[in-house]
């Protein structure tokens, strides 16, 4: 208030005090409602129902119940220090917080609630004694933050604004994967997580028991399943394992079920079972021996399905799994599963023969199906991943869509139910540049396309955490805040949603994270460095881009790592040399995720035209139509936008120089990715000429980068030395066209990724 008079301040001090009304101090109180995920109907009222040391909760005398308001109970009781009671009661009671079924709200389904507060009580009322146990939830995200304290705090107003919520989930599976083999969680770290899911009213845990790197549950007639398939063993003779037993399992079970989580355990077969075939060779087609494997990726010894052997092994796992997992659904896995050794087995090819069975993929079915009615006939359905579908999805069988959405349609087509966690949206392990806050918050399991009459077959949705490169202190970092945006999309799924609505509430349940001890991670890749080749200068322009308003940027050239003493970003920035650009962003004077960096490459090339045979693809178009000559090299992420990806078909180009002269090298960079169909030209074959129809072959180089290579690499193809004249320059890099017949996409269109012709 620069040049009001003290008077005039007065007066209008009084006018404000004379007008706040009611209604603007209900704003406020409205912003304090912060559910996540929304509820689907909210009424803030005026007031607070406030906390008192004598509260009592109210509940019907049933077991399930009690436990809900136990839950309850000591959440309240170990933050605010009251000595809270729980009575059994016939009805509600004021003054209390009273959690009651209510036939009447049979609409609301098996997880709905109905949450009324007052200034006298707290009603909550639900169909089932799930809906009460969602409803809880409710209650404790109304408290300030604090109520997460797992000690006693003073000078806290103990309340929640009076509302009135019903509330129910669009979709009944809301799941997350956790992926206990590539690296093993603690047995409390696992029941946190359960935690962290009841309080964001996810419902299911879905839990990755065994792998190629490590078999994880105890089965007692196999001891050797554990004793040597939990463990792995480096070259440098360090070991890396563990398991759980089954006291722990069943410890594990009663906490998810006093939540009302559903554990669906995945035993995984006919691949991924290096581990178990380290233990127990002779269920291989070759016999071994085999060591857990250390590596990540898709290993061709797969259980043999030729031996009854194998079968009987299995049936006898699944009856120890059963009995430790009471619930209806098991994940039988079926994903990637390499028919080398089949194709070359004695065994297998008896069984194929015997059975009728066309090939390989009808074998695999045949597996699938042999498993799955022991299963049903134990009372068991069983889930599998999309690759289930190929060679005949068994009866009954559930699919879990990961290779994008067509799958979970397929399924659907076939009257099938289908789980909805594709790899654009749903893969917690991949970075949060690729898949951030905004586009969890943007997913939607059933696919658009999908017709009204099969979407009823979409249950809903995981959010799948994969460990290869996420050992346990790291997986909070990567679950949050994108579990948020995925409890919402699943549970309140408006179609009208508002993100910036939903972004401020993430904001505002930081803290109450923060108070449970989660490490959560960035919303948005903290800084992008977003360059431009500006032909006129001959230069790159680089802008820096924040992913959230509050970040600080700070860069350096040169490849040097940034920090607080480099250069801090304000506008865009000309580079005129070949470097390598970093950045880091910092929030309230904190480092704010890893620094990021873009290679610039100024060559004869960069700025040029280039014309292409055949199309890039538009989900790849590594900088659009001239991406190939941009001066922007890609990096090892195959996604960040740099790269230009074939599929089936050459990369095929020309650059025009604009005017003849001197060339000495011509180099095409390229990025293998085995696991996402991403192999190395056969060959590249370099020209140049003089009118741009006249070519003369200056070189061509064969690819040695073995395709089976596990782990991503980039790889440049170049003719050094030459001592040519062009104007115009080809390069031609021949596809493998589909995927070899080892590989788990064996048949597919196999792509080739490039991101920069370099000329000079
Ligand atoms: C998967 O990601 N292989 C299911
Ligand atoms: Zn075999």
Redesign the pocket.
């Known amino acids: 208030m620069k040049n009001i008079s003290p008077h005039l301040k007065s007066i209008l001090l009084f006018v404000f005090i004379l007008f706040i009304t009611p209604q603007s101090l209900l704003m406020q109180n409205k912003t304090g409602v912060n559910v996540i995920p929304k509820p689907t109907n909210i009424t803030v009222k005026d007031g607070f129902y406030s906390l008192s040391e004598s509260v009592k909760i109210y509940c019907e005398n049933d077991p399930d119940i009690n436990k809900t308001a136990l839950l309850l109970r000591d959440k309240l009781k170990t933050s605010t220090g009251y000595d809270i009671e729980i009575i059994s009661s016939a009805e509600p009671k004021d003054n209390g917080i009273n959690l009651f079924l209510d036939e009447s709200l049979n609409d609301l389904g098996k997880e709905g609630y109905r949450l009324k507060s007052t200034q006298s009580k707290i009603d909550l009322t639900a169909f089932t004694s799930t809906g009460l146990s969602r409803g809880i939830q409710t209650i404790r995200q109304l408290f300030p933050a604090e109520i997460e304290s797992d000690e006693a705090v003073d000078n806290i107003k103990w309340e929640i604004p009076a509302v009135e919520i019903i509330d129910k989930p669009q979709f009944e599976w809301r799941g997350m994967l956790l992926d206990c083999c590539r690296h093993f969680m603690e047995p409390d770290f696992v029941k946190r997580y359960i935690d962290l899911l009841a309080y964001h009213k996810m419902n299911t845990l879905h839990w990755h028991l065994t792998e190629d790197q490590g078999w994880r549950i105890e089965i007692k007639k196999y001891p050797k399943l554990t004793e040597i398939g939990a463990f792995r063993t480096y070259e440098n003779d360090s070991v890396y394992g563990g398991f759980y037993t089954q006291e722990q399992i069943r410890d594990i079970v009663k906490y998810a079920e006093e939540r009302h989580i559903r554990i669906v355990p995945e035993i995984e077969l006919p691949g991924h079972a290096v581990a178990a075939l380290a233990a127990y060779p002779e269920l291989s087609c070759t016999g071994g021996p085999f060591e857990v494997a250390t590596t990540w990726g898709v290993f061709k010894d797969v259980y043999c399905a030729g031996k009854d052997s194998t079968f009987e092994f299995l049936q006898n796992v699944f009856d120890e799994v059963i009995e430790l997992f009471p619930g209806p659904f098991i994940h039988i896995g079926g ?2 599963v390499p028919k080398d050794r089949w194709k070359e087995c004695p065994d297998c090819q008896a069984r194929i023969k015997n059975e009728g069975l066309k090939d390989e993929n009808e074998l695999q079915t045949y597996f699938i199906q042999r498993i799955q009615k022991y299963l049903e006939d134990h009372g068991r359905r069983i889930i599998g ?1 999309d690759e289930i579908l190929e060679g005949g999805i068994p009866k009954g069988a559930m699919v ?1 869509s ?1 290779r994008g959405v067509e799958g979970a349609i397929e399924a659907a087509h076939k009257k099938h139910y289908a789980i909805v966690s594709p ?1 654009s949206h749903a ?1 917690f392990n991949y970075d949060i540049g690729t898949i951030d806050l905004r586009k969890v918050y943007s997913f939607n399991p059933v696919p658009e396309i999908l017709e009204d009459k099969f979407k009823m077959f979409i249950l809903g949705g995981e959010c ?1 955490m ?1 460990t290869e490169h996420a050992p346990q202190p790291t997986i909070d970092s990567k679950m949050f805040p994108r579990i948020l945006a995925m409890s919402e999309a699943l549970w309140t799924s408006e179609p009208d949603s508002d993100y910036n609505e939903f972004l401020n509430r993430v904001r505002n349940h930081y803290d109450k994270l923060k108070i449970q001890g989660v490490d959560f991670g960035p919303e948005a890749k903290p800084v992008s460095i977003i360059p431009a080749f500006d032909s006129n200068k001959n230069s790159f322009f680089v802008k820096l881009e924040a992913g959230e308003e509050d970040i600080d940027i700070y860069y350096a050239t040169g490849g040097h790592e940034p920090d607080e003493n480099s250069n801090k970003y304000s506008e865009p920035f000309e580079v005129d040399n070949t470097t390598v650009v970093k950045a880091k962003g910092y929030k309230l004077g904190a480092p704010y995720g890893d620094s990021v960096e873009r290679e610039l490459l100024l060559h004869k090339g960069a700025g040029k035209k280039v014309t292409l045979a055949n199309q890039f693809s538009s989900h790849y178009n590594g900088g659009g139509e001239n991406g190939l000559c941009n001066g922007i090299l890609g990096g090892i992420n195959f996604r960040d936008g740099w790269w230009q990806g074939f599929q089936f078909y050459d990369l095929d180009a020309v650059i025009d120089l604009e005017k003849h002269g001197q060339v000495k090298r011509i180099a095409v960079t390229c990025n293998q990715n085995m696991h996402s169909w991403i192999f190395m030209p056969q060959w590249v074959e370099f020209f140049i000429s003089a009118d741009g129809e006249n070519w003369e072959s200056v070189g061509k180089v064969i690819n040695d980068i073995s395709p089976r290579e596990t782990e991503a690499v980039i790889k440049e193809f170049s003719v050094e030395n030459l001592n040519a004249e062009a104007r115009y320059i080809k390069v031609f890099a021949k596809n493998i066209e589909t995927c070899p017949d080892w590989h788990p996409g064996a048949g597919g269109k196999a792509w080739i990724f490039a991101d920069e012709i370099i000329i000079e």
């Open positions: 994903d990637e991943w879990q990961w790899t893969y799948n994969w």
